[in-house]
């Protein structure tokens, strides 16, 4: 089931906690294991905030309970759920046809499987779905999108590589229009390496769609790949600045130790977490639920 697969996924992320929390459980909970606790958090990327979050809570309660690992793990969970309970948002329709989807990221994150993922999981929700191969510097991107919209069997409107992404976002959704689709996922360039052009190209892109739409375009998502440990929340300020991010989701949660990432993103920015990736099936990206989430990550 899913929720075998999320703790499954999570696994890693998890044993690495118990791993830093490891011999701290014997000592008396005294200021500097408290410290260590502290520490063992950070190192477990849950984020400086957190950590002094749950040291506090432990230090409340010390006198009046035995402080276990899994009266430990109770309060990880508890402040996680906290956290996440208000970011956990899964991308929803909003009646605009058709809503535009703008997918940005750096390259390799896991963009092109997460559209198609998410184009998947609107068809199975009854919404026509259209893609836009707008990654125009990597052809091999735009071959990867052409297979997976095959695949899921869903329209996909692609130009040549290096061709005008602005112009295929506009010509998209005009198509998309004209079709009555209800959903337009378009793909973006994610070379941080020239930021000044991919912020040009951002916001040249934004400018065409809001052209067509004041609005449009209605979501703009940013994937991250969680095994990117802290780049993941220098990619967040950077792509928040150049492209208004109005959402995020997380890949490669499966087997990496870093999921803890999640959290400290939820906690430094507040964005909605649309959906997370623990795999690289076509099913494997879901919504999530704030309690499972926690549970998996605190083990
Ligand atoms: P892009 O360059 O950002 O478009 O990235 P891709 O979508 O091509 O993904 C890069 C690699 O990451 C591919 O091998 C994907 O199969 C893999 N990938 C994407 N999402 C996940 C995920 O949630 N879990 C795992 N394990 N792999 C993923």
Redesign the pocket.
């Known amino acids: 089931s899913w929720r075998e697969k999320l703790f499954g996924g999570l696994k890693r992320t998890s044993e690495k906690l118990g791993e830093n929390l490891t011999g701290l459980f014997a000592k008396p909970l005294d200021a500097q294991t408290l410290d260590e606790i502290e520490e063992a958090l950070i190192v477990s990327d849950l984020g400086p905030a957190m950590a002094m979050r749950i040291r506090d809570r432990l230090e409340d309660t010390r006198h009046s309970r035995p402080i276990t690992e899994e009266y430990v793990r109770e309060v990880i969970a508890d402040e996680v759920e906290k956290v996440l309970k208000p970011v956990a948002k899964p991308l929803e329709f909003k009646a605009a046809r058709p809503q535009v989807i703008l997918v940005i ?10 559209i198609a993922k998410l184009a998947k999981r609107f068809q199975e929700q009854g919404r026509s779905v259209m893609l836009a191969a707008g ?1 125009t510097f990597r052809a091999a ?1 735009i071959g ?1 999108l052409k297979v997976w919209a095959e695949r899921i069997g869903v329209p996909i409107v692609s130009g040549k590589e290096g061709g005008d992404a602005a112009g295929l976002a506009f010509s998209a959704v005009q198509q998309a229009t004209e079709q009555g689709i209800d959903i337009l996922i378009v793909d973006t360039a ?1 070379r941080l390496q020239n930021r000044t052009e991919l912020m040009d190209e951002l916001a040249k892109i934004r400018r065409v769609l809001g052209r067509l739409d004041p609005a449009s375009p209605h979501d703009v998502v940013l ?1 991250l790949d969680a095994t990117s440990g802290n780049n993941v929340l220098s990619q967040i300020e950077v792509f928040r600045d150049v492209a208004q991010v109005t959402g995020l989701v997380m ?5 990496t130790a870093r999921g803890g990432m999640l959290v400290a993103a939820a906690e430094k920015y507040g964005l909605p977490i649309h959906a997370i ?4 099936t076509i099913d ?2 879901r919504p999530f639920d704030p309690a499972d989430m926690a549970r998996a990550i605190a083990g």
Do not use: H
């Open positions: 990221g750096v390259n390799g994150s896991g963009k092109t499987t997460t990654d991107a990867q994610g994937v890949t490669k949660l499966d087997g990736g623990v795999g690289e494997d990206l």
